[in-house]
């Protein structure tokens, strides 16, 4: 009969604490007889069932899920590097809005630098302003041309024994022929109505005989005789004169104003002739001509002769004011 040889169970300490240990067989002990037989066979499965109740689950529903965990993992762990991403960097408007501020800066920059002027060129520009002199002034025909630079101030001659107030801006020239108070340059309207700069001159002369203006015959005159009435005369002197407009006889264009005249008592109407010893009687010769001229005028320039219809608004009150003030005192 054949030997009953020991089991050889596996050397695993959760085998012998799940499978009872199956009875010690002394060596050398034989089977009863035929129908005994060995538990060999029995031993081996219930070791092969006892090593997989200890390897492998009986569900796999009690297996770790482990790939579920690590990629939710992943995802948390991506949001947060996008979050830090997101929150680290300036946003968009940020960064535009720090762009625009240094292109402000940056324009402020090259104004203040390069654009802007030199406040002390801008000084120096403006006393070399102050220093030059201011230009005359031309006023228009018909305006006054009374002086807005000072008083009007009365003038004695030294020559001549008359005095009258003239505007501050009138130039005098006192000698012993004649006496002459020039105005500003001013736009005169000519007998042909083309506009011209010139300059009124007022003319007192010694009682004369013989004029050069009435070479070519009798005056004509070409508006009424004003009657001025002085504004103060002195002892002896009138209370007041006629002013008489003159054409002159070489004067072809009708309607033109050569001169005034002071005419005393003998006044005109308008085309009624004047003759010169109508003129010569007065005693001192006072006369208004006019010139062309563009500065420092005088009567030594080229007389011009005006249309009557200037004779009207400042133009003539000025003129009017400054004859009104005539003082003779012998």
Not at 17 to 36: D, L, N, Q, T, Y
Not at 293 to 305: F, I, R
Request: glycine share 6%; with cysteine.
């Amino acid at each position: 009969m054949p030997d009953i040889n020991e089991p050889q169970l596996p050397e695993t300490s959760e085998v012998s604490e799940r499978a009872p240990s199956a009875p010690e067989v002394p060596k050398g002990i034989m089977s009863a007889g035929p129908s005994m037989t060995t538990i060999q066979p029995q031993q081996d499965d219930e070791v092969e069932q006892a090593s997989q109740a200890v390897t492998e689950p009986e569900d796999e529903d009690f297996l770790p899920d482990e790939e579920p965990y690590e990629e939710t993992d992943r995802v948390d762990y991506l949001k947060s590097l996008n979050k830090q991403k997101k929150s680290s960097g300036p946003k968009k408007w940020q960064i535009i809005l720090i762009v625009m501020t240094i292109i402000e800066l940056a324009a402020v920059a090259g104004y203040w630098f390069l654009i802007r002027p030199d406040p002390s060129k801008s000084n120096d520009t403006s006393q070399q302003a102050s220093d030059q002199p201011a230009p005359a002034t031309v006023p228009s025909a018909g305006s006054s041309t009374t002086s807005t630079s000072g008083e009007p101030t009365e003038y004695a001659s030294e020559n001549f024994p008359i005095s009258m107030t003239i505007p501050a801006d009138w130039t005098p020239s006192d000698s012993a022929d004649k006496l002459t108070f020039t105005s500003p340059v001013m736009k005169l309207t000519d007998n042909t109505g083309s506009t011209v700069s010139g300059a009124v001159i007022i003319t007192v002369r010694n009682q004369q005989t013989k004029l050069d203006e009435f070479k070519d015959g009798n005056a004509t005159a070409v508006l009424e005789s004003d009657h001025l009435v002085y504004s103060s005369p002195a002892p002896g002197q009138r209370d007041s004169t006629y002013l008489s407009f003159l054409q002159y006889a070489g004067t072809t264009v009708t309607g033109s104003l050569d001169a005034m005249y002071i005419t005393g008592n003998a006044g005109y109407q308008k085309g009624q002739n004047v003759p010169e010893a109508d003129v010569t009687g007065v005693d001192p010769l006072i006369t208004v001509s006019f010139v062309e001229c563009d500065t420092k005028c005088s009567d030594t320039d080229p007389p011009v002769t005006i249309s009557s219809t200037m004779w009207t608004g400042d133009f003539k009150t000025t003129i009017e004011t400054i004859l009104k003030s005539i003082q003779i005192t012998a």
